[in-house]
């Protein structure tokens, strides 16, 4: 039986480090074209082969993860967390939407429903590095959808703090 598939990984490499990623994966199945003469390295990597041992032996670039959208029995997706040390990233969980809150006169939200925790950074493009990590919930740009952000936070215990960011 194939191990359960814990996650996609999909590794943007530029032209110029096209030659050194081919030698850090020699034979490797999953590398095609990727804008221009650089490379795309794609892999569904399981949990018999760590997905750290790729990612660390690449140098710094652009990487998309994509879970499964399915909980997998034992995976615990804040691994992440550790894997990323003392680098920056971002875990994002994309949801399928708010819910309507008539009590605060806000109706449903599909559009902007995703929490998004930065690693090792205190911005939302994790451009500054910090000692710890930061979590943000997209809710949409509506100065009435600060009430919704408000009402989260307070379900978990908590309150927002800091100012509303432009996110993507």
């Known amino acids: ?7 996609v990984i999909n590794v943007e490499v530029p032209a110029a480090l096209a030659e050194q990623v081919r030698a850090l994966l020699p034979g490797y199945d999953g590398i095609g074209p990727w804008s221009g003469d650089g490379l795309m390295v794609t892999t569904a990597r399981t949990d018999e ?3 750290a041992d ?7 670039l652009v990487a998309e993860v994509s879970l499964a959208r399915e909980p997998i029995a034992g995976a ?15 875990v994002t969980w994309w949801l399928p939407g708010w819910p309507a809150l008539p009590q605060l006169d806000l109706l449903e939200q599909r559009k902007h429903a995703h929490v998004q925790l930065t690693l090792n950074s205190r911005d939302i493009d994790e451009l500054h590095p910090a000692p710890d990590h930061t979590v943000y919930v997209h809710v949409g740009g509506r100065e009435e959808e600060q009430r919704r952000a408000s009402w989260l936070a307070a379900q978990v215990g908590h309150a927002v703090i800091g ?3 432009w996110g993507w």
Not at 54 to 60: E, S
């Open 1 to 7: 039986m194939a191990a359960p598939q814990l996650a």
């Open 49 to 51: 082969v760590p997905l």
């Open 54 to 60: 790729l990612l660390r032996d690449l140098p710094p």
């Open 76 to 90: 615990d997706p804040l691994r992440w967390i550790e894997l990323a040390g003392t680098d920056r990233a971002t």
């Open 163 to 165: 100012q509303p960011e």
